[in-house]
């Protein structure tokens, strides 16, 4: 397992993948450990979480530039990354044990009410592409229900791992509370398998996902899963095209476009499309590339040469089947796995560019005839994670949302997570939810007790 840096592929670390006996001594640890856990007060866990809060914000340079170096987003992108790391730890600290109250029901018994009680050690299977704030997804609801957790985090951003460790342990979280496994994704099934692990949670690739619900279903253990998006992104023939074209170049291209909630198909009334498509264009090549590392730069490089290979093929694929190159299309010629920011016009069903994901800076423009066809597009996708309608008529931009099939909808807004709202998509984009109330209780024991 090798860590390397995108913006020159040069190597930063590599790791030794941990043999099965010391994965199951970890996991052995975590849940004794949790059999601890599970018996503190909500006091003691949120004054924990709150300490981490504050170490992420003291360390947060440190924590960015691991970031940074070892998945390629911008510095910029990776301290905001900790800092809302440091938001969603708060948010349950504060929170957590109102969420999780008992709730009285009315019943024929005197006392009757449902409880809310950790599950145990859950297994967290993350990627890349935002190697803090996905993990931190699972640690703040997770750890303040009572649970423990071990991560398998993707093979290239190793050093992330260590360091969250490391912020736990210093904020005074019990050292086996939540470890992080060393090991290649060959060995999650194993580990899905142990008794001492009771469910599993995932941010990943569709493959990835359909994998692990398929082990975790023969196990008959609790899984949520966050896969693919292909979201689209409506602009309709009344909407602030000034602002609505400047979001779009951002929410396509922010970090390097590998955002599983980023904007990808962008759905264009005819009457508007010209326009819009010389603003975005505009926006797009306005985006500075160039190191990471510096302030300055708004495009970064993309985590992986592979992925830019499978990208580009992506691109020239779409090309040759009809569709138009307005700006970008190619890597670029300096080190690492850079790739411009790319708008293909006249996207067609049928294309790579409509059907599947584009992982990486590539709008998809598709012209439509009016809003009935919008939503006919918008829908017409395996995927269903995230949405974007814009639109001055804020009446009429509620009513699609809500005819929109995905986990969320934003109006006048590009996509973007919050502690306070549930996360999540349907059909191939998965199932559950992480964030919020709904997400909290994902993984816990939600039992009934009446009392004669």
Same mark, same amino acid.
């Given at each position: 397992?090798? #860590? ?12 030794? =993948? ?36 504050? !170490?992420?914000? =003291?360390?947060?340079?440190? @924590? ?24 969603? @730890? ?13 709730? !009285?029901?009315?019943? &024929? ?7 809310? *009680? ?11 592409? +935002? ?28 050093? @992330?791992? %260590? ?33 001492? !692990? ?43 095209? =000034? ?9 396509? &291209? ?21 326009? +819009? ?11 500075? !590339? ?86 006919? %597009? ?16 804020? *009446? ?14 934003? %109006? &006048?807004?590009?996509?973007?997570? #919050?502690?306070?709202?549930? +996360? ?13 109330? %709904? ?14």
């Amino acid at each position: 397992m090798k #860590s390397i840096n995108p913006a020159n592929n040069e190597l930063i670390k590599e790791y030794t =993948e941990y043999t099965p006996e010391q994965v199951q001594s970890i996991i052995d640890d975590v849940d004794l450990e949790w059999k601890s856990w599970k018996n503190t007060s909500f006091e003691e866990r949120a004054k924990l979480m709150r300490k981490a809060a504050d !170490i992420l914000i =003291e360390e947060r340079d440190e @924590c960015a530039s691991i970031i940074t170096s070892e998945m390629g987003k911008v510095i910029a992108e990776s301290r905001a990354e900790v800092e809302k790391c440091a938001l969603v @730890c708060r948010h349950y600290a504060d929170n957590g044990e109102k969420i999780l109250k008992d709730e !009285i029901i009315e019943t &024929n018994y005197p006392k009757s009410f449902v409880s809310f *009680e950790p599950i145990g050690t859950v297994l967290v299977v993350m990627p890349w592409n +935002f190697p803090f704030w996905q993990v931190f997804r699972f640690i703040a609801p997770g750890l303040m229900a009572g649970n423990a957790g071990v991560l398998k985090h993707a093979s290239n951003v190793m050093g @992330c791992a %260590v360091k969250i460790e490391e912020v736990l342990i210093k904020a005074g979280f019990p050292k086996n509370l939540f470890r992080s496994l060393l090991i290649g994704s060959s060995k999650v099934a194993d580990i899905i398998r142990n008794p001492k !692990i009771k469910a599993v949670t995932l941010t990943g690739s569709e493959p990835a996902g359909s994998k692990v619900a398929e082990l975790a279903g023969k196990e008959l253990k609790k899984s949520v899963l966050e896969l693919g998006g292909s979201d689209p992104y409506v602009v309709l023939e009344d909407a602030d095209l =000034e602002q609505c074209a400047k979001t779009a170049a951002t929410a396509r &291209n922010f970090n390097a476009g590998q955002v599983c909630i980023a904007a990808k198909r962008f759905i264009i009334v005819e009457s508007v499309a010209e326009k +819009f498509q010389e603003l975005q264009k505009k926006a797009t090549e306005a985006l500075v !590339i160039g190191d990471p590392m510096d302030d300055k730069t708004q495009l970064a490089p993309m985590s992986r040469p592979d992925l830019l290979d499978e990208l580009h093929e992506q691109v020239e694929k779409s090309i040759a089947m009809g569709a138009t190159l307005v700006t970008g299309g190619q890597k670029l010629d300096r080190p690492g796995n850079y790739y411009a920011p790319t708008i293909l016009a006249d996207v067609k069903k049928g294309m790579p560019a409509y059907d599947d994901e584009t992982f990486g800076p590539v709008a998809a423009n598709i012209i439509v005839k009016d809003e009935t066809e919008a939503l006919e %597009v918008a829908n017409d996708t395996p995927f269903g994670l995230g949405a974007s309608v814009w639109t001055k008529d804020l *009446e009429r931009g509620e009513r699609l949302a809500r005819q929109i099939e995905t986990g969320m909808v934003f %109006v &006048n807004s590009m996509v973007l997570s #919050s502690p306070a709202m549930p +996360f999540g998509g349907v059909k191939r984009s998965g199932y559950g939810r992480e964030l919020s109330e %709904v997400g909290m209780k994902e993984f816990v024991n939600i039992k009934s007790i009446c009392i004669q």
